[in-house]
């Protein structure tokens, strides 16, 4: 019985070296983590031995138990490297139509020829559907999809209004308007430009033109013309009135051949902006004039020729406030000149929040949430099945798989630009090592000297 005895302690000191060897041969593996081997001993009696003199029957593997404890942070530059601090798994499947999930720590994602988020071992990294303001759609297991990184274009913006702001010199000399001739400097006081933008994305210059009226019942009044790469186009007030050049009130250039529509502001006698005048003579205290229909003449690449421009004079009804344009004795100054068109945007980078939100920037100034990746937990992890390439599979003693956002409960935060590494430490393994090595030469020796005694009895005669 004491062979067997000494045995079991050798067969055990060797399973706690091969233990002690994975770990150290782990090292340097991003999201491993460290096992350790668990002992009991073994003790047989019948129902009739005496309890009081049983020696024990040597010593029994009970577990070798991974060690979930957090591993620390490498930091990298790669956006897609991945690292967890808390209790969640990364959740992957083999092919991007297989539901046959596994889970992981490792967090080293690239991207594959398909631009599917892959890990080294070609599985697809999973993630949540989200809605446009970025919220997760669903946050189920069984709704998670593939994480792609998107290779199209960002959507284009058709500009629907430009804010401008400026100041109009009040001692400029006035206009004709009759004589207004965008070629001509000197049959306007200013102009000022803006690039705006079609329904494709495709970017045009607008300009508009000032010119102090020189009637001289038109006190402190400005008529505003514009063009589209260098043509012009009819202005509209918001009210629809002035609208045909042959018949307006508000138009311009038609001694020059360049009849069109204008708007026409007008300013108090302390240089503030008081309305914009409609063909009834009032003035409006609508915030916006709208050009016309910029048309197919113009905008001939297809794109959508009933598109029309607000230009937003910051008219406040109730009394002047700073965004309004003036009319001071200074040079004419444009303060201000946005609008709301965007071209086409591309790729140009991928951010990856502490929720898990993938969202893509694109080279327009925009950016738009992709997919939030998906984090799982288990009630149990030691109850996970191990397997090769630092993943697991969930199983009866693990329970079952609990997918949730990262940065909610103990899922934990995801890193992006880090890579979690194994939690062992080289300093205990050694150690442990030497108390293995101890305790398999005395189980030897104990062997040893039972095979003395056997020989001994042996050669009695």
Do not use: C
């Not at 050798?10 to 002992?39: M, P, Y």
């Amino acid at each position: 019985m004491s062979f067997n005895i000494a045995l079991s302690g050798v067969s055990a000191s060797q399973k706690d070296l091969d233990t002690t060897a994975n770990n150290i041969a782990n090292v340097n593996t991003v999201g491993f983590k460290e096992s350790r081997a668990e002992f009991g001993d073994v003790y047989a009696a019948s129902l009739l031995a005496s309890g009081k003199t049983k020696v024990g029957d040597g010593a029994l593997t009970q577990e070798v138990s991974q060690q979930f404890s957090q591993g620390s942070l490498s930091f990298t530059n790669n956006a897609l490297d991945l690292a967890i601090t808390g209790n969640g798994f990364f959740a992957t499947i083999p092919e991007i139509t297989s539901r046959d999930f596994s889970f992981t720590r490792a967090g080293q994602f690239k991207l594959d020829n398909n631009n599917f988020v892959v890990n080294s071992n070609g599985d697809n990294l999973l993630g949540f559907p989200v809605n446009p303001d970025g919220t997760s759609a669903s946050v189920a297991l069984s709704t998670t999809v593939p994480v792609r990184i998107p290779d199209s274009s960002g959507s284009p913006q058709s500009t629907s209004e430009v804010d401008v702001r400026f100041n109009l010199p009040a001692g400029d000399q006035t206009k004709n308007p009759a004589q207004f001739d965008p070629s001509d400097p000197l049959t306007y006081n200013a102009a000022t430009s803006v690039t705006v933008y079609d329904s494709l994305g495709d970017s045009h210059v607008m300009t508009y033109y000032f010119l102090k009226d020189n009637d001289p019942a038109a006190v402190n009044e400005w008529y505003v013309a514009a063009a589209v790469d260098d043509q012009l186009v009819d202005i509209t007030n918001s009210d629809g009135t002035d609208s045909d050049p042959a018949t307006a009130v508000n138009s311009v250039g038609t001694d020059s051949g360049f009849a069109v529509s204008a708007a026409k502001l007008q300013f108090s006698e302390g240089g503030d902006f008081i309305g914009i005048e409609s063909a009834d003579g009032n003035p409006q205290l609508d915030l916006k004039i709208v050009t016309e229909a910029l048309g197919g003449d113009i905008l001939s690449n297809g794109s959508d020729a009933t598109q029309q421009i607000a230009i937003d004079f910051n008219l406040d009804p109730v009394g002047a406030n700073p965004n309004e344009p003036t009319q001071f004795a200074s040079a004419f100054e444009v303060t201000s000149l946005e609008q709301n068109g965007l071209p086409v945007g591309r790729l140009t980078g991928i951010d990856i929040g502490p929720d898990g939100l993938v969202r893509a920037t694109f080279s327009n100034g925009t950016s738009e949430p992709i997919v939030r990746v998906a984090l799982v937990r288990f009630a149990n992890e030691q109850g996970l099945t191990q397997q090769s390439g630092t993943q697991w599979k969930e199983s009866i003693l693990s329970g079952e798989a609990l997918a949730g956002e990262a940065t909610t409960g103990t899922f934990g935060d995801i890193n992006s630009s880090a890579l979690e590494q194994a939690n062992v430490n080289l300093t205990t393994e050694l150690i442990d090592m030497i108390i293995a090595q101890r305790n398999f030469q005395a189980n030897s020796r104990a062997l040893e000297v039972n095979n003395q005694l056997n020989q001994t009895i042996l050669n009695i005669r």
